[in-house]
DNA sequence: CTGTAATTCAAACGTTCGTTTTAATAATAA
DNA sequence: TTATTATTAAAACGAACGTTTGAATTACAG
């Protein structure tokens, strides 16, 4: 068992195929010998080079990770270190966390779309393996980012910006994400601005054009009023249909 | 081949085990043997009710979305009829949209949280089956969402709003879907907060009363400024050790 | 009660899965 | 060179998958 070593290729040719399928169809829905056989390698290449299929899974992430941690902290130390103990604008944060990795879309060496939207998906997958391997990996810069976020964000008490912290990465991942899906949901009129290409690498800095604003405003956004409850009052209509959910029908 | 005909009960059991089946692991990895031995049904159940393990996902979805399809145009019905003919607050559309949805957390019969949790996370799934059957189940209602929201916030261009009804099914999504992971991603103060149980029904309502003033502040953001690209200036520090944030690097 | 349809059941179907084994080949060090 | 290690290759492993079959059982209309 070698597991390190520079890229004998095969394994390089291995990831790329893995990420993009992984992509496309799904951890479970990609079976290793559509792997090896569109990189064009043996079966058993897999086994050998990464130990197993979650060995394979646990690399693809790893070898983009790696960067984007760094490089997520290095953001964050520049502008602090530029601040000079003063805090950041929630907008250099926000910028600093999401702008970095929309930056791999938009370097196909870094992973590209492809990378992005593995993530985004892979973000909810419910697999034991998965959330703990990300919680992990993710530990330390959010720690980091979370503490910048509570210095730029004074008026808003720490528990609301986790909450909304939370938001953001799932605004972030889902638009990366659902080009698919939600698109087809929210119709056609993004396809029509995305307009296929016009330059290159526009998806993701179009993406990030449109998503940072719409942050910002979720990220400083007016407290919730804890006089009045939002579930009861704000849609002042009948009684609905009541009929609880199913039966009926056929 | 029956097909029509009342719930038979075990048709029902089915459901249930299925819906909290996927949404723990997910559909690829969830048996058809794991299902009909939770729910203590013959192996060949499934395939006699249901036809198929994807037409078993398919009615766990319907029972489920009938209600929600039904009740989310019922709100918004409402809530123009007594407008008048004037446009709609932007919170009351989110209120119908996105509370709607919410309450089937808080009702066991409507599906519950594992529900919500399922459909966050589906959502994402790149399965062609998958995403065709929602982009149908989901149209009709987001057309209309989509022309409330046009009229309830007139200043932001349509193309913007589209983006950020996007952006705020994304966040929505994964704030339910997302219990697991990001809640460890982000730290255990929201573990905190939720605090296992104050009283029964809470989870949802807690969720809905940090989402939705979120939502509301990133659906009426202050539109980026063209002239400026939120990649290159918004931090503005010096060439020096930082790049800005795309290219250059490496 | 009788007869027909609906449902349940045990068993097996053929396929595909991730992994392992054993041998052949390529690369590298002494 | 030779010895040693790293990599590739072909084949097979047992297990688990979704689905189908055909008989046994239940439900129910006449």
């Keep these: 068992m070698p597991d390190n070593k520079l890229n004998s290729d095969t394994r390089e040719r291995i990831l790329d195929v893995a990420e993009r399928q992984f992509m496309a169809h799904g951890y ?4 290793m010998r559509m792997i090896t056989s569109m990189a064009e390698v043996n079966l058993a290449a897999v086994n050998y080079h990464f130990g197993s299929k979650e060995g394979l899974l646990r690399d693809v992430f790893r070898r983009r990770l790696t960067w984007l ?4 902290l290095a953001a964050l130390d520049a502008l602090e270190q530029q601040a000079n103990g003063a805090p950041l604008k929630p907008s250099q944060v926000l910028e600093a966390f999401f702008g970095t990795l929309l930056r791999i879309g ?3 060496s870094l992973g590209g779309m492809t990378f992005l939207r593995l993530l985004g998906r892979t973000l909810t997958d ?3 393996f998965i959330r703990t391997f990300f919680a992990k990996e993710y530990a330390v810069v959010i720690e980091r980012y979370k503490l910048a976020l509570f210095r730029a964000v004074p008026d808003v008490p720490k528990a609301e910006i986790v909450w909304r912290l939370h938001f953001m990465l799932g605004a972030m991942s889902y638009a990366i994400a659902g080009t698919d899906i939600l698109q087809v949901i929210t119709g056609l009129e993004i396809g029509d601005i995305s307009g296929k290409e016009e330059d290159g690498k526009s998806e993701a ?3 990030s054009e449109r998503l940072m604003p ?7 956004a007016a407290l919730p009023n804890p006089a009045d409850s939002y579930n009861q009052q704000q849609v002042p209509l009948a009684k609905t249909a009541r009929n609880t959910s199913l039966e009926k029908k056929r």
Tied chains: 1, 2.
């Design 214 to 220: 719409f942050l910002l405003g979720g990220l400083r």
């Design 126 to 128: 419910p697999s034991e």
């Design 28 to 31: 479970e829905a990609t079976s």
């Design 69 to 72: 941690n760094r490089e997520r």
């Design 205 to 207: 800095r179009r993406l």
């Design 106 to 108: 938009e370097d196909e």
